[in-house]
């Protein structure tokens, strides 16, 4: 079992970026997914979760507004929609799959995608 993520790089202050990750279908329909990220010197931070049923809970209040998660189980996708980013959002950006519920922390998943870099500079 692996989570595959795709997308980031860098972007100017301002810009846009959808972060993808890829799961096996019964993953996503049966269990919970999340988007954290992890800042340089800084403890890994969760950002947003979508449960099984389609509930999504917001832990970031730094990014409520500009990131939005969502899923689409017919092509085995979970996004991350990032606009208005701003340099304080540069680190490397994780999905994650829970097998119990939501939670705003790291130990309470199981699997990790393998991360991906976002840099906000101009």
């Known amino acids: 079992l692996q989570l595959v993520q795709s997308g980031g790089g860098l972007v100017q202050p301002g810009g846009s970026l959808r972060l993808s990750c890829e799961a096996p279908r019964f993953l996503l329909e049966d269990y919970a997914t999340a988007w954290f990220r992890q800042a340089p010197g800084k403890e890994r931070e969760g950002l947003s979760c979508?449960?099984?049923?389609?509930?999504?809970?917001n832990y970031a209040e730094s990014v409520k507004g500009r990131f939005t998660i969502s899923r689409h189980n017919a092509n085995n996708m979970v996004y991350l929609q990032m606009n208005d980013l701003k340099p304080e959002d540069t680190a490397v950006y994780y999905c994650?799959?829970?097998?119990?519920?939501?939670?705003?922390?790291?130990?309470?998943?199981?699997?990790w995608g393998q991360g991906t870099q976002v840099t906000v500079s101009s």
């Open positions: 994650a799959t829970s097998f119990e519920a939501c939670g705003a922390l790291p130990p309470s998943y199981d699997l």
């Open positions: 979508i449960a099984r049923s389609g509930h999504i809970e």
